[in-house]
C-alpha cells in the first residue's frame, strides 16, 4: 500500500510496469478498507435488525444467525402515526421550501432588487445561531399560538429551517442559466412568470431536485425541535426511534429494526433523485 | 419593413469609464443588410443590444420605423435577434423554440404550426428536426433553428449577433452565402454584427465600421475597401491587412526603400500644412507588383505563405529593414532569401497623418 501510483509512461514490461500495477491494487485496497469502515455500522444494523433480540447482544458479534423478521413485525405494528407525521412535515415543509425559494432566488439573481447582498446575507445569518439557543422563545411563541404538538408547526419551522439553505442553492444554479436564454426569451414577449416556469424551471430542474433532495433528508432526520415542540401529535419518525427504547430490557435488535425501516425513503428517494441529477444542467443551450 | 436609425445613441457601463458606445448616428435604411463590424471592445454588440432593448441608452435616441423606440421594451419593438450561442431553450423541441415567440402573441396553434414548418422549408430544415430537442441536432441544424426562431416572427428588423461564429470554416462560408441570400428575397432590415471583415465586406449592403465606441466609417464594401476615411478602416479592411509604414516626407513624395514615392500634390500641400515632416503611408498588399528587378521598392524575401490561387509575400524593405506583405501570383512565386523589388500605381497609395490617422486625401 506504500507504493504511489506511477506516471503512465511506463511501456515496457518489466520492474516498472510491475510497480505500476501495484501501486493500482494498493489503491484499490486501500479504497475497499476505507469504504468498508464506513459501510461497517451501517452493516452491522442492517444485520442486527434480522436477529433475534436475545442474539443481539452477544460479543463477538455473532454473522450466523436464523434471521427472523419479528422486530420489523414490532416495529410496523407502532410506527404508523410517526411515518405520517414524518411524511407530511417533509413533503409539506419541502413543497413550501420550493414555492418561496424559487421567487426569493429569482429576485436574488436574474433581477436581483436592490440591496440583494443584504438579502442573501441575511437568509444565510438565520443559520449563525445554534438553534438551541431559540428553542425557549420558540417554544413560548408556539404555546401562546396553541401549536405545540402540532403538525403544522413543525411544517413551518422545517420550511424556515431549509429556506435559506435552498434560496442559496436555487440562486446559484439560476446564475447558471445562460443570459442568452433569458433575453431570447424578453425578446419572445415572455412576462416574469413565463419567464421563470417556461425558461428558467425547466433548465435548473435537476438542480431544484437535488434542492429538494437535501430539504428531505434535513426535514426527515431532524430530531431536536420535534423532541423538544411535539409529543404525540405530531411526533416524527426520529421520534420513533426514541420510543424503541425501553425503560429496561433488551431492545438492540428492535432499534436496529426501526433504523433501517427510517432510513429507506430518504435512501429511496436520493437514489430516485440521483437518475435526475445525472442530467447536465443546460445541455443544448449553449453552441 | 422598417428603418432603423441611432441618433447619438450612448452607452456607459460605469461611472468614469469611457463610453462602450459613443454618440453613434447610424441610418439603416428600409430593406438594407447593415454590418456592424469591429475588433472586440469597438461597442458593435453593445450597438445592437440598444436597438434590441436589452441594453439601455445613456444618452440619444433609437428609432425604428421612424418611432422613437428608446423606452419601449423589447418585445414590443417588432424585432428578432439571433444570438451568438443560439440560445436555444433546451427543453423545448425544435417547432416549440420557433413558436414561442408568437405562443407568447396568442397566434392560434394552426397558425402557429404553419409559420414554423414554412419557416423550416424556407432553411431547408428537415421536417423530422421539427420534433427533436436542441441537443440533439448538429451545430449547423442549431444554426438554423436560431434563424428559423427569428424568420418565423416575421418581425420588421433582424437582429443578429455573431450568428456564425460557432459554426466550422466550411460551413460558415456556406451559412454566410444562405443568409444573405435570404434576407435579400425576405427584404427585411438586418443589422448583422461581426468581428470578421471578410463576413462583413461579403454579406453586408452597406458595412458600419466601429473603434472603441465611436463610428469610424459607414459605406458600401467598394468605397471602404478604396477609400478608407482614416487609418483604422484602412488597416481594417482588406486581408491580408494594409501595409502601414511611417516614412518621411520628402521632395515630391515620401521616401521609402531607397526610393522616392511620388504623392500627389494636394497631399504633399495638405501635409506640409498640418506642419507634418512624416507620414503614414498605406499600400495594400495587391498593390505591390513584383518587377523583375525594374521596380522602385527593394527588399528581401524572409516567407512565402502559399495559398493556391496567390502567394504571400513576407518581405524586409531595403534600408528601414521594416517588413510588408505583398499579394504574388501563386505559380512561381520567389524564393525566401530572393532579393525582390516591387512597384505600385501612385493611384494606390495611402496617406495618413501619424497623429490624428486621418486620411491626407489628394
Known amino acids: 500500500m506504500s507504493a504511489s501510483a506511477v506516471p503512465m509512461r511506463a511501456r515496457e514490461p518489466g520492474p516498472q510496469r510491475f510497480r505500476e500495477m501495484a501501486g493500482n ?90 440591496h440583494w447582498r443584504d438579502g442573501l446575507f441575511f437568509f444565510i445569518s438565520t443559520k449563525m445561531l445554534p438553534i438551541v439557543a431559540v428553542i425557549g422563545p420558540l417554544y413560548v411563541i408556539a404555546l401562546k399560538a396553541h401549536l405545540l404538538d402540532s403538525i403544522w408547526l413543525l411544517i413551518i419551522l422545517y420550511t424556515a429551517m431549509n429556506l435559506p439553505l435552498a434560496i442559496w442553492m436555487i440562486r446559484s444554479f439560476m446564475l447558471e442559466v445562460p443570459r442568452e436564454l433569458l433575453e431570447a426569451a424578453r425578446l419572445d414577449g415572455a412576462g416574469r412568470i413565463r419567464e421563470i416556469t417556461g425558461v428558467i424551471l425547466p433548465v435548473i430542474s435537476p438542480g431544484l431536485v437535488s434542492t429538494a433532495l437535501i430539504c428531505v433528508i434535513f426535514a426527515w432526520n431532524e430530531l431536536f425541535l420535534a423532541l423538544n415542540l411535539t409529543i404525540t401529535n405530531a411526533a416524527t419518525m426520529p421520534m420513533f426511534l426514541i420510543s424503541s427504547v425501553p425503560q429496561e430490557g433488551l431492545y438492540l435488535a428492535h432499534l436496529s429494526a426501526a433504523a433501517v425501516v427510517a432510513s429507506v425513503p430518504v435512501i429511496l428517494v436520493g437514489w430516485i433523485a440521483q437518475r435526475s441529477l445525472v442530467r447536465g444542467l443546460s445541455m443544448g443551450a449553449i453552441k | 419593413m422598417a428603418n432603423v436609425k441611432f441618433v447619438s445613441a450612448t452607452r456607459v457601463y460605469a461611472k468614469g469609464a469611457p463610453p ?21 471592445g469597438s461597442g458593435k454588440t453593445t450597438a445592437l443590444r440598444m436597438l434590441a432593448g436589452l441594453e439601455p441608452l445613456d444618452g440619444g435616441r433609437v428609432e425604428i420605423g421612424d418611432r422613437d423606440v428608446t423606452f419601449v421594451p423589447p418585445k414590443d419593438r417588432d424585432i428578432a435577434m439571433v444570438f451568438q450561442n443560439y440560445a436555444l431553450y433546451p427543453q423545448k423541441t425544435v417547432a416549440e423554440n420557433m413558436g414561442f415567440a408568437l405562443k407568447m402573441q396568442h397566434v392560434p396553434k394552426d397558425e402557429r404550426a404553419r409559420r414554423v414548418k414554412e419557416a423550416a422549408r424556407l432553411l431547408d430544415l428537415d421536417g423530422q428536426l421539427l420534433d427533436r430537442k436542441p441537443k440533439a441536432l448538429s451545430g449547423g441544424q442549431r444554426q438554423r433553428v436560431a434563424m428559423g426562431r427569428a424568420i418565423v416572427r416575421e418581425p420588421q428588423v433582424f437582429l443578429m449577433d455573431e450568428p456564425l461564429s460557432n459554426l466550422d470554416a466550411k460551413l460558415r462560408v456556406q451559412t454566410r452565402s444562405q443568409i444573405a441570400e435570404l434576407q435579400r428575397r425576405l427584404g427585411v432590415t438586418t443589422v448583422y454584427v461581426t468581428h470578421d471583415q471578410v463576413e462583413a465586406m461579403t454579406m453586408g449592403n452597406r458595412v458600419a465600421v466601429l473603434a472603441d465606441g465611436k463610428l469610424q466609417q459607414c459605406d458600401t464594401p467598394r468605397q471602404l475597401y478604396d477609400n478608407p476615411v482614416n487609418q483604422f478602416v484602412a488597416g481594417f479592411i482588406g486581408s491580408p491587412a494594409m501595409n502601414l509604414q511611417t516614412v518621411p516626407l520628402t521632395e515630391g513624395g515620401v521616401r521609402l526603400a531607397g526610393t522616392v514615392i511620388p504623392l500627389p500634390t494636394a497631399v504633399r500641400t495638405a501635409a506640409s500644412q498640418a506642419g507634418l515632416r512624416e507620414l503614414v503611408l498605406g499600400i495594400r498588399p495587391e498593390h505591390l507588383h513584383l518587377a523583375n528587378g525594374a521596380g522602385e521598392i527593394a527588399g528581401e524575401v524572409l516567407l512565402v505563405e502559399e495559398l493556391g490561387a496567390d502567394a504571400l509575400l513576407h518581405v524586409r524593405l531595403a534600408d528601414s529593414g521594416n517588413q510588408v506583405v505583398a499579394r504574388a501570383e501563386g505559380r512561381k512565386p520567389p524564393a525566401p532569401g530572393q532579393e525582390v523589388t516591387f512597384r505600385v500605381q501612385p493611384d494606390d497609395v495611402f496617406a495618413f497623418n501619424p497623429v490624428t490617422g486621418a486620411r491626407i486625401a489628394g
Open chain 1, 25 to 114: 491494487v494498493g489503491w484499490g485496497v486501500l479504497a475497499w478498507v476505507v469504504g468498508i469502515a464506513f459501510f461497517l455500522p451501517v452493516l452491522w444494523m442492517v444485520l442486527t435488525a434480522f436477529k433475534p433480540e436475545s442474539a443481539a447482544q452477544t460479543w463477538p458479534p455473532k454473522f450466523i444467525f436464523s434471521p427472523t423478521l419479528s422486530q420489523f413485525r414490532l416495529v410496523f405494528s407502532g410506527w404508523g402515526p410517526f411515518v405520517t407525521h414524518s411524511v407530511i412535515a417533509t413533503t409539506v415543509s419541502t413543497l413550501l421550501v420550493l414555492l418561496l425559494g424559487v421567487p426569493a432566488a429569482y429576485a436574488l439573481s436574474v433581477h436581483p432588487v436592490p
Open chain 2, 20 to 40: 462602450a458606445v459613443n454618440a453613434l448616428d447610424l441610418d439603416v435604411k428600409d430593406g438594407e443588410f447593415m454590418v456592424l463590424v469591429g475588433p472586440s
